[in-house]
């Protein structure tokens, strides 16, 4: 049997990593800026979070939601102190996509209705109704399309509401930054107006942060930097720092029945683990403030180039958009500089490192990424 060829795959294999540098099965020595798309939150291999694991795995690793896991209990009161939203509630499951998939269902039970609103250049996920609610066609099968999903332009309010006096709207979804789409970032005056047309219209606001939350731009989500507060807040990616977790956050105005939601392997007990021992480590070694910090240090000593278009993003959430094609840039990074970046589209390198990225760490790829471009 050979793997289902999906991937389009560079041929470097990571067998160790540590922090945010990897090693490859050859030896090599890489510096990570991508995090595996964002999920290495507070590096690779973390004593501590291997420290959790290991001795969790040693006394239960997983049984159902059918009986109490007071791992997860203690999620739910650590997380909600982290962010500053105690009184949200919880719900666990596996991934950012899942986690999409049920805020969409929450809003249509709370609503009644069916159609959610999401946003050009939008990226949600890859199940059924996450995809549906993202805006790339080739993703999207016959199955998938049928979903009630009308896409608006980012910051376009006037157009926002057009589509909620159809009086169908269960939800808005949107990100707290665009990832895929481009590092495209919403504006304060624009959230805070989706804010108050949800109120108007009767729709949640649902606040996709699984690539843009847990510390990742400088807060512990995107669009506290906005002062708003949505009905639903989805997670995933560095949640539990490698490990499968994902969770929504659900406001007050929500009333929970048995059986409305549901997962097998959502906050097992592995999972649970990792998520604390991540939190551990994001409070203990501050690395909100870090990723702001060295975010800003990246932005500010960025190498000024004509092939430069625009560097946009906060924190250790940035595209540096060009205006040729990367690909070229991109190999010549991982190959020759040994450094891992993303990309989004043709035209952006996409950083996502670990949020325990150093200064040094990061002036070692301005120096690097300095020489790339000379030789561009």
């Given at each position: ?48 979070y291997i420290e959790v694991l290991t001795d969790q795995l040693s006394k239960i ?207 097992n007990y592995l999972a649970m683990a990792a998520a604390l021992a991540t939190l ?97």
């Amino acid at each position: 049997m050979n793997l289902f060829d999906v991937y389009s795959l560079f041929d470097v294999t990571p067998v160790k990593g540590l922090g945010c540098r990897i090693w490859d099965d050859k030896g090599q020595e890489y510096l990570d800026l991508y995090g595996g798309h964002a999920v290495i939150s507070i590096g690779h291999s973390h004593p501590h979070y291997i420290e959790v694991l290991t001795d969790q795995l040693s006394k239960i690793g997983f049984y159902s939601n059918s009986v109490r896991n007071p791992l997860q209990e203690e999620l739910a009161t650590r997380l909600g102190s982290a962010c500053g939203l105690e009184d949200y509630s919880l719900f666990l499951d596996n991934s950012g996509a899942e986690s999409n998939e049920n805020a969409a269902k929450l809003a249509s039970f709370h609503t009644g209705k069916d159609r959610i609103i999401a946003f050009r250049k939008s990226f949600h996920g890859r199940t059924s109704g996450a995809v549906a609610l993202t805006d790339n066609p080739s993703i999207v099968s016959p199955f998938n399309s049928h979903h009630k999903v009308s896409f608006c332009e980012l910051n376009d309010a006037a157009g926002v509401e057009e589509v909620l006096k159809g009086g169908d709207v269960a939800g808005i979804i949107i990100e707290g930054i665009q990832g895929c789409g481009g590092i495209n970032l919403p504006t304060e005056a624009f959230m805070k107006e989706l804010e108050a047309l949800c109120r108007k219209w009767g729709a949640c606001l649902i606040l996709d942060e699984v690539q843009s939350g847990y510390g990742r731009t400088g807060k512990f989500f995107a669009h506290q930097w906005y002062g708003i507060r949505p009905g639903i807040i989805t997670l995933g990616k560095g949640i539990a720092n490698g490990f499968p977790c994902g969770g929504i956050l659900i406001s007050p105005e929500f009333k929970a029945t048995k059986g409305m939601l549901g997962t097998t392997f959502g906050g097992n007990y592995l999972a649970m683990a990792a998520a604390l021992a991540t939190l551990d480590v994001i409070e203990s070694e501050k690395l909100i403030d870090n990723a702001l910090k060295v975010g800003e240090y990246l932005k500010d000593n960025m190498p000024k180039s004509p092939l430069i278009k625009e560097v946009r993003g906060k924190g250790l959430m940035l595209g540096i958009e060009f205006n040729c094609e990367v690909a070229p840039i991109r190999r010549d990074l991982l190959f020759d500089k040994h450094i891992f970046t993303g990309v989004a589209g043709k035209n952006m390198v996409r950083l996502l490192a670990p949020l325990c990225l150093s200064l040094d760490q990061a002036g070692t790829f301005i120096n690097s990424f300095s020489k790339t471009l000379q030789n561009a």
